[in-house]
């Protein structure tokens, strides 16, 4: 797809063989505030600005960069060199850089080598010169066309296209016959987004045409390709191939077009024929590589990549292409090397940037993938796609509503993308707020309603918010668009489950397994719904879990919790808790859930500095709560005391089912049954779902009364919570 696109190499701060300055004219003085008018809505306070400006040679500098960029954008090609020049010698240097930024994103060359590309100022500056020189010409020869048709392709690799299209009107109305002419308007009209305007001149030019001509079909087979009517595309390119078989670049865009219709077979089938016509051209080979890194078949996905790399060393799409490939294969070290030689071949193309900074995060290094997005930020502030990569990386640093700011604007450039929705609706979703995930997912849908990432999304948004119908409906309207995906079912499973179905939620469970049977997840859950239903298959599925993801401590802890609470082995539970100290030794959890079995063996010292590291690394209720229950077993009352007041307070300011259960069982245990008996009740009406935590609590009652077993409340507070629990949780029948 990146055949014949060229993006020239941009070095910031280079010394460059430049032309003598000239000065900035009123002319172009007037331009700037005209421009400055259209775009701000107070210019007294630009006013303001530049009063306060020591530099009244060229007050343009004085601007913020956002006022900067809008002004530079309003200048014509040869306005923008000039203030490119006059930059050039003055100190602010980042001026001259955003100056040629705005450049380099509106120039197009045609056919500029990639071994030239760190000339392409240069280029530009010689651009302008021949642009003189046509005007000239036309000064002499007003109604020759030639020089009319030179100026507009001058015109459209500068990007001033409108001029451009003047131009190239005119040669049309001095040779309504130059068939050119009309390829060329319809290649201006192209960059001025008008794609069905820019079909229709190719049309008339293979009209015009007394010969079938196989460029002109090759053209608009791969114009057609703009406006999504692939059938035709693909139908001129079979034309254009029959009128010149040997053609490999008609094969070439034959795959494309078949990429995008996701037919990769037949692609891979064409981007073959290309290669068998013309072996020794890099992009036929960079193109079988990324049909082959859609199939996942990364070795032969390698191999073309090399083979393109082999033929045009110095071209950075295919190091741009190769680093995630890398990414993808685990091979870190080798995607920064790629990528980092594709921001040294091309340093202007935030892409390059973007892709480095994903294998930056994939490494954990946030802070360098940070870097490289404020970079791309710099390059393209207009790209959403570097808003969002910046609001990913500031939420894995811990900024989630700087990710949320980020994702904010991303959505004010582009308000009709349903993925910055969907983005930003799970990010709020993070911080629980699920009201404005809910809003934004359901713009998303109502942009996109035939994504089926958009409702599973939805789904599981109002799975949160407990709308667990609403929830299924979403999940199984995704299925029914999208086929079935492992991670639909086990959700719908996950639902089920909390909605007490537990024949449906082991039906949906173990065809998410079917689906997708080398997942550790899809084990892990359907693990939990056999722990809460005491199933006899409960530790098979978590040990097939820790085989498929030995990393996971979460499997280890329901494994342990399993040999503890449904079998009583204290050795096995002791050998999974330590185990997953091991996996994740800085996760409270191991160390509270290791407490629990060393108090049931009666470890108290041993349980207390696991307890000790729970409450430094994570104070929750239930960390202090068990530390107190040591404190009181070793008759230490003070202590026991101030966790339990401080579980108390901490309690209230919880999202979970602690802010209930942590009180309640204080309570039972201070001899208080009505309130304790109250509070689980409350418990149960605000966490009727969530089977898992019901079973859990009981457990927890059950290992509390071994502790105390002459505490006689606090066993009537269990029987009456086993009891309304049960009712909840039927016996699980497997056929």
């Known amino acids: 797809m990146w055949k014949n696109i060229y993006m ?87 001026c001259d850089q955003k100056l040629w930024n705005i450049i380099y994103n509106r120039v197009h060359f045609v056919n500029y080598p990639f071994n030239m590309a760190k000339d392409w100022k240069i280029y530009f500056k010689e651009a302008l010169g021949k642009l003189d020189a046509v005007e000239q010409l036309l000064l002499k020869e007003p109604t020759n066309p030639r020089h009319y048709g030179d100026r507009s392709l001058i015109n459209s690799e500068l990007g001033h296209h409108k001029a451009a299209l003047l131009d190239i009107d005119k040669v049309i109305e001095l040779q309504p016959s130059n068939i050119d002419a009309y390829v060329g308007r319809g290649a201006t009209l192209k960059n001025l987004g008008n794609h069905e305007g820019a079909i229709l001149e190719v049309s008339k030019a293979i009209q015009l045409k007394k010969e079938k001509d196989p460029s002109l079909f090759n053209i608009r087979g791969r114009w057609l390709r703009d406006v999504q009517k692939y059938t035709e595309g693909l139908q001129d390119l079979d034309k254009a191939i029959q009128l010149q078989p040997d053609d490999s670049d008609s094969y070439y865009w034959k795959a494309i077009l078949y990429e995008d219709l996701k037919k990769f077979d037949d692609a891979l089938l064409c981007i073959r024929q290309a290669i068998d016509r013309d072996p020794d051209e890099p992009y036929n080979h960079l193109e079988e590589g990324i049909l082959y890194f859609s199939l ?125 929705y969907a983005i930003r609706a799970r990010w709020y979703r993070d911080i629980e707020k699920f009201d404005e995930a809910l809003a934004d997912i359901n713009m998303a849908v109502k942009l996109n309603p035939q994504e089926a990432n958009n409702l599973y999304w939805r789904g599981l948004i109002l799975k949160d918010k407990k709308e667990y119908l ?112 091991e996996v994740t030794p800085n996760q409270s959890a191991v160390y509270y859930w290791r407490s629990q079995l060393l108090i049931e063996k009666r470890e108290y010292e041993a349980s207390l500095d696991d307890l000790h590291k729970a409450v430094a690394l994570e104070m929750r209720s239930r960390n202090l709560f068990f ?37 309640a069982t204080i ?42 077993p002459s505490n006689e409340v606090l066993k009537c507070g269990r029987e009456w919570l086993e009891v309304e629990v049960n009712k909840i949780i039927p016996k699980l029948v497997v056929s």
Not at 13 to 35: F, L, V, W, Y
Not at 308 to 320: D, L, S, V
Not at 529 to 537: D, M, Q, V, W
Not at 679 to 699: A, G, H, M, S, T
């Open 627 to 663: 530390r107190g229950v040591v404190f009181l077993l070793l008759n230490r009352v003070a202590e026991n005391e101030a966790d339990f007041t401080a579980a108390v307070e901490i309690a209230k300011t919880e999202k979970q089912c602690s802010c209930k259960t942590t009180p």
């Open 667 to 708: 309570a039972l245990l201070k001899g208080n049954y009505q309130n304790g008996v109250q509070l689980y009740r409350e418990f149960l009406d605000e966490w009727k779902y969530d089977i898992d935590k019901q079973r859990v609590e009981c457990c927890y009652l059950q290992r509390l009364s071994r502790m105390f």
């Open 8 to 94: 020239p190499y941009f070095g910031y701060g280079e010394d460059d063989t430049t032309s003598e300055s000239s000065d900035q004219t009123s002319d172009d003085e007037s331009g700037a505030e005209e421009a400055l008018k259209e775009f701000m809505m107070d210019i007294d306070q630009v006013d303001e600005i530049m009063e306060d400006a020591e530099d009244r040679e060229f007050p343009f500098l004085t601007l913020p960069t956002e006022l900067q960029i809008y002004t530079i954008r309003m200048f014509s090609p040869m306005e923008v060199c000039r203030a490119a020049q006059t930059c050039k010698h003055i100190y602010k240097l980042c």
């Open 296 to 420: 996942k078949n990364y070795d032969s996905a390698l191999q073309s990549f090399n083979t393109a790399a082999t033929h045009a060393p110095e071209n950075a799409i295919i190091y741009q292409w190769r680093g995630p490939l890398y990414r993808a294969r685990k091979e870190y070290a080798k995607a920064i090397e790629d990528l980092s030689k594709a921001v040294l071949l091309d340093s202007s193309n935030p892409k390059n940037y973007i892709e480095r900074s994903i294998v930056y995060a994939d490494m954990d290094n946030h802070d360098s993938a940070l870097q490289d997005l404020e970079i791309a930020i710099g390059l393209k502030p207009d790209n959403p796609d570097v808003w969002i990569g910046r609001g990913a990386t500031r939420r894995c640093l811990g900024d989630k509503n700087g990710a949320i700011e980020d994702a904010t604007r991303a959505i004010n450039l582009t308000p009709d993308d349903h993925n910055t």
């Open 470 to 581: 609403a929830a299924l409906a979403d999940l199984k309207k995704a299925i029914d668009i999208d086929g079935e995906k492992s991670y639909y079912w086990r959700e719908i499973g996950i639902i089920n489950f909390q909605l007490g179905l537990f024949e449906e939620a082991l039906r949906s469970f173990t065809r998410a397994i079917e689906l997708q049977p080398d997942s550790a997840v899809n084990y892990h859950f359907r693990g939990v719904l056999f722990y809460a239903t005491k199933h006899p298959n409960t530790l098979d599925d978590f040990t097939k879990a820790i085989e498929l993801d030995p990393t996971n401590s979460n499997h280890y802890l329901w494994r342990g919790g399993t040999w503890l609470d449904n079998y009583r082995d204290l050795d096995k539970t002791l050998q999974d808790f330590s185990k997953a100290v």
